[in-house]
């Protein structure tokens, strides 16, 4: 997984694991902009704590958190929805839990 290295403790210690995603077969690559661009870490780092972790570490699949539900809502504003509960029927499951129980990992295809 690439991502910025601010958002690296919440894919390892809360996404990975809510899908079940076996640690040993999980790597993290963090990679920031330069600040020349602008790019605040420290703003950035904090803003990841207060608008991502914390919610996901009460709501680990997304469902409940009304943070987490009006940032998806800003991020999709023509209603798309990806196919992959048809694509990928294996998927179906684990795409559409709510939790609040990890979901069970004898039922992930990995």
């Not at 790597?27 to 605040?40: I, R, W």
């Not at 009006?70 to 509960?85: D, E, M, V």
Request: proline content about 14%; charged content about 25%; overall charge positive.
């Amino acid at each position: 997984m690439v991502s910025f290295t601010f958002k690296q403790r919440r894919f390892e210690t809360m996404h990975a694991p809510a899908l079940q995603w076996p640690a040993s077969r999980f790597h993290y690559v963090g990679v920031d902009p330069s600040p020349s661009t602008g790019f605040d870490l420290e703003a950035s780092t904090k803003g990841e704590l207060e608008n991502a972790a914390r919610p996901f570490e009460d709501d680990p699949y997304g469902c409940h958190s009304e943070i987490l539900q009006t940032k998806r809502k800003g991020r999709n504003p023509f209603s798309r929805t990806p196919p992959y509960r048809l694509t990928c029927p294996e998927l179906r499951p684990l795409l559409q839990y709510c939790g609040p129980k990890p979901f069970p990992k004898e039922e992930v295809p990995w």
